[in-house]
């Protein structure tokens, strides 16, 4: 078993935490030569979710963590902090969510997404509808989404990307 991280953003590290996300589609940027290399693992493989955080100074001894304690955007964006740190920069102990990989397949973006998939991707919860909800228009939505995150990296949904599908389960959030 192998662990790599993951970046993820606020609204998908809620959408996790909320059990309305174990679906994540990732480009799958080609090589050189021309293959596209996979970087999330196989089944069995953990990915350790790096997200927007803070550390601030100790509050409790002896908590084992090192340089002070850690606050996550995603809980308390209103918390006194002087900085928040980008989720690029988190350091794997301060990775409170833990995802084991169920399923790594190479597609492309709009092969195989229905309304469905687009609640395993969290869309649901980005428009506030309960847990496994499907809406009519969430391969729309999901679109937007993809488009909101990719289009200006040279990735819009209208070029039906090639990506890796990752389904994940966690099995560990604290």
Known sequence: MRERPILF?????????AGCKTVTRRVAVPTAAGE???RYGEPGD??????????????????GVPFGDVVYYADDSD????????????????????????????E????????????LEGVGHLYG?????????????????????NAARGYPWADNTPV?????????AT
């Open 36 to 38: 596209c290399r996979n």
């Open 9 to 17: 953003s606020t609204e998908m590290v809620r959408a996790i935490r």
């Open 46 to 63: 953990r990915l350790w979710v790096k997200e927007r955080f803070a550390v601030l100074p100790h509050t409790t001894p002896g908590r």
């Open 164 to 172: 890796w599908r990752v389904e994940f389960e966690v099995v560990r």
């Open 79 to 106: 918390a006194d902090v002087d900085v928040w740190r980008p989720s690029i920069h988190m350091p794997r102990w301060a990775s409170r969510l833990q995802l084991e990989v169920r399923d790594v397949r190479l």
């Open 108 to 119: 492309r973006v709009q092969e195989y997404l229905t309304d469905r998939e687009a609640v």
């Open 129 to 149: 509808l309960a847990p496994g909800v499907v809406p009519a228009d969430g391969r729309r939505r999901f679109a937007e989404l993809w488009d909101s995150i």
